[in-house]
């Protein structure tokens, strides 16, 4: 927990600028933007099967799209 007391005769802003400062330095900013950010890391199991569920999705949708059932939809371009 950062705390920051006011000293006597210090402004807001300056009490303020000083909070920031030891916040920054402490760190804290950071791990919670890593923490909420974080990724959870798949096994390589879990990472296979997605693979193939794509590959299986990817496959079908061609299929459709070559026999005509599915009509080809222009490229964005974004």
């Known amino acids: 927990m950062i705390e920051v007391k006011r000293k006597k005769g210090e ?3 300056g009490m303020y600028r000083r909070f920031l400062k030891r916040v920054q330095w402490s760190g804290k900013i950071i791990e919670a933007k890593e923490r909420q950010f974080k990724q959870p890391i798949k096994s390589e ?3 296979r099967k ?3 569920v794509a590959l299986q999705y990817r496959r ?3 299929y459709l799209r070559k026999i005509g059932k599915l009509e080809e939809e222009p490229r964005r371009r974004w």
């Open 60 to 62: 079908k949708r061609e």
């Open 45 to 47: 199991s879990a990472k």
């Open 11 to 13: 402004s807001f802003d």
């Open 50 to 52: 997605s693979a193939l």
